[in-house]
């Protein structure tokens, strides 16, 4: 019996080595935030163990002593563009369509430079450059310069997101737009459920703006022209979008607001996540910190791109107020030197996530919303309280409350009463626990692994040449004919044209039949 196990399983690595022959990918990540590197990282990665060969351009290279078919270049240089951009402030003004036609379009312009300009990266699309490539991965988010290298290097691109996708996104794959949906992110506190009229159509007015103003004139224009001045006359970078075999989203259906995709969007989720942190030890000072928390720990982290350090001082007085006075000892990953108010509070700069959250004497997570430490939180099962700042931390943080695993604190509204009220309540209300723990066992109920589903949609592009047939032909239409807009404004014109004319009739019929009646009665005095 032993010797046919082993007989099947050889022959079953065999077929499975036939069907996985060694590809050559190009994978290209130029937004400098950890969060989104770590899910791309651990794709790459897997895609190596499998034997491909990888070339990653990354701006958070991996420690991979071990894996021999990865190659790395570094393009970290891009995190200089963002080291001066406040994120707390430019939220007290703007909302992240605003932010990224203010702030970040002209920075994205330098990521992209950043990628053609690295030696390395020359030397791969230089025209003399035999390299060949099966298929090309590329971040699908706000650089599409990048989307040139499926056409230079003639193989199917694969766009991937790290987080929900924009409006804008969803546009040109052929996803419908929903200005009010609670998925459009990009309005921050504009989205939620039965917004009254104007307020639909204030986000309506906003969205497709946005779509066609801003992210034209500032985004696909310039990007255009950088892509062109180092890969010489490319097609439209939109058509190449449009184009995109697949798009994967960081997104699990469990933990967002389902809408309709198109088939070639494969949605994923908690790829970065690792089952061997429970084996790694944590540093000897914090171990002996949270380990001798006899009444739990709160861990308190918000995130790598919004620093708690560049917060206004009536802010941090209050965190540091609210902790200080907690029953339990508190572990706050904070950048800067501050002064040991008090022995509760363990403050480092720098924190392995995933090993804090696993510890048994966690009882809650106080966070900014970012979607890779939700996934870490629900895989260890720790209830939240979190406090929004950018991006799409809105839409997660609405979902989690909906969940019931999460009370949220309006970062604006904050006060040392609300922020306190907001932590107690989830230590003392088991249900909140009780629901992180269901939705936790409802992600995890998956009829094939994520990271196996990822790879094989990788691998059938790449034995297909491509994916043509999955794509949506609705991306070839105009605007108004995908929404059936000029047929509604015709009908609109045509409707308001025959009441206005009924109207008219209705009136010239009532003054006739006034002026008969004045005649009659004129008559009738006469006599």
Not at 74 to 81: G, T
Not at 170 to 190: D, M, Q, R, T, W
Request: hydrophobic share 40%; with cysteine.
């Amino acid at each position: 019996m032993t010797s046919l196990i082993v007989t099947i399983v050889t022959c079953l690595l065999i077929i499975n080595i036939g069907l996985t022959s060694s590809a050559r990918i190009l994978a290209v990540f130029p937004i400098p935030s950890y969060s989104h590197q770590i899910v791309y990282n651990s794709i790459c990665k897997h895609l190596s163990l499998r034997g491909h060969q990888v070339t990653l351009v990354t701006t958070d290279p991996i420690n991979h002593t071990n894996l021999k078919n990865l190659t790395q270049i570094d393009i970290s240089i891009n995190y200089e563009q963002l080291k001066d951009t406040n994120f707390y402030e430019a939220r007290t003004m703007y909302t992240w369509q605003q932010i990224s036609a203010i702030y970040l379009f002209e920075k994205i312009h330098e990521f992209s430079k950043n990628v053609f300009e690295h030696p390395d990266i020359k030397k791969i699309y230089a025209p003399d450059s035999n390299e060949k490539f099966d298929v090309i991965l590329v971040e699908a988010i706000m650089t599409p310069a990048i989307y040139g290298f499926g056409h230079r290097f003639k193989a199917p691109l694969i766009g991937m997101y790290s987080l929900a996708l924009t409006q804008q996104s969803h546009f040109i794959i052929g996803n419908p737009v929903l200005p009010s949906h609670p998925s459009a992110y990009e309005l921050n506190k504009g989205i939620g459920f039965n917004l009254p009229f104007w307020k639909r159509v204030h986000n309506y007015v906003v969205t497709w703006w946005h779509m066609h103003v801003n992210c034209n004139n500032r985004m696909y224009k310039p990007q255009q022209e950088i892509a062109e001045k180092y890969l010489g006359k490319i097609p439209s970078i939109k058509e190449l979008e449009k184009n995109m075999s697949l798009l994967f989203v960081n997104q699990q259906e469990e933990i967002s607001f389902t809408r309709p995709n198109v088939p070639n969007v494969i949605n994923f989720g908690g790829l970065h996540i690792s089952n061997d942190i429970l084996n790694k030890p944590l540093p000897k000072e914090l171990k002996e910190f949270i380990d001798n928390a006899t009444n739990g720990f709160i861990y308190v982290s918000f995130g790598t791109n919004a620093n708690p350090s560049t917060y206004p001082k009536k802010l941090l007085d209050i965190f540091f107020h609210v902790f200080s006075n907690l029953p339990m000892k508190i572990v706050w990953k904070l950048k800067g030197n501050y002064p040991q108010i008090s022995d509760n509070i363990y403050i480092s700069e720098w924190f392995s996530q995933q090993e804090v959250l696993s510890h048994p004497n966690l009882k809650l997570f106080v966070y900014q919303g970012g979607l890779q430490s939700t996934e870490e939180a629900i895989n260890f099962g720790v209830p939240l309280v979190a406090i929004p700042i950018l991006s799409d931390q809105d839409m997660i943080v609405l979902k989690m409350e909906n969940l019931g695993v999460c009370r949220s604190v309006d970062i604006f509204q904050m006060t040392k009463e609300v922020l306190n009220e907001a932590i107690m309540e989830v230590l003392h209300n088991k249900s909140y626990k009780e629901n992180m723990l269901k939705l936790k066992n409802l992600i995890e109920d998956k009829q094939v692994g994520t990271m196996e589903n990822v790879i094989w949609w990788i691998e059938y592009v790449i034995r297909h040449k491509g994916a043509s047939h999955l794509r949506s032909s609705i991306v070839d239409e105009p605007w108004y004919q995908r929404y059936d807009t000029d047929v509604i404004a015709l009908l609109s014109v045509t409707l308001f044209i025959i009441v206005i004319l009924s109207l008219y009739i209705a009136f010239k019929v009532f003054v006739i039949i006034m002026k008969y009646c004045a005649c009659l009665l004129f008559k009738e005095k006469n006599k």
